[in-house]
């Protein structure tokens, strides 16, 4: 099978799409604590799995996010859109740096999907997303976000929740470490 040849319009057109499509995303699927900091820590130990030489290059990052990572998940600090966006900016940079594009869009297919549901619900519906705390678990009563996806059926603690999207986003990427 062949790649295609964009020419000056990979620098103009699919880079700043790859950029865009993996902050946004990683954006998007946050809000409960270790979340926003596990996933992405996920996605950048299996691009560096891949990456050969270029691995020493996330060295330094994926130290940092790791611990931030740990306070995180313990709700210690909040990383908010500002750390989603620099994760996502340093995981997307490095795909493109290392030429691991393609795991990089396998590795990130929960935030794809999540990304999807969020923005085809406000777009054809004009409804949000959201998740209700009862003081011990999430609960959710419609399916447009992955969040509310896996607490519409069965209510969860946060814990639960992020153990299970983390799960999602750990087989998404060893599907793409094993794919190539």
Not at 67 to 86: D, E, T
Not at 117 to 144: C, E, M, P, Q, W
Request: glycine share 6%; net charge positive.
């Amino acid at each position: 099978m062949g790649s295609i040849q964009f020419g000056d319009y990979y620098y103009f057109l699919v880079i700043p799409l790859i950029v865009t499509v993996t902050t946004n995303t990683i954006n998007q699927l946050g809000g409960l604590n270790g979340l926003e900091t596990i996933c992405p820590a996920i996605v950048l130990v299996g691009l560096m799995s891949i990456s050969g030489e270029n691995a020493i290059l996330l060295y330094v990052p994926l130290i940092v996010w790791l611990i931030l990572a740990f306070l995180n998940f313990r709700g210690k600090i909040f990383v908010g859109n500002s750390g989603s966006f620099a994760v996502g900016m340093t995981i997307a940079a490095f795909a493109i740096i290392s030429d691991v594009k393609s795991a990089l869009i396998i590795s990130i297919l929960p935030y794809i999907f999540n990304s999807s549901l969020i923005l085809l619900t406000f777009f054809l519906f004009r409804k949000k997303a959201n998740v209700y705390f009862d003081g011990k678990k999430l609960s959710s009563d419609h399916r447009r976000s992955l969040i509310t996806l896996i607490t519409y059926y069965r209510p969860m603690t946060e814990r639960q929740t992020v153990l299970i999207i983390s799960l999602l986003v750990a087989f998404s990427t060893l599907v793409a470490v094993f794919a190539l």
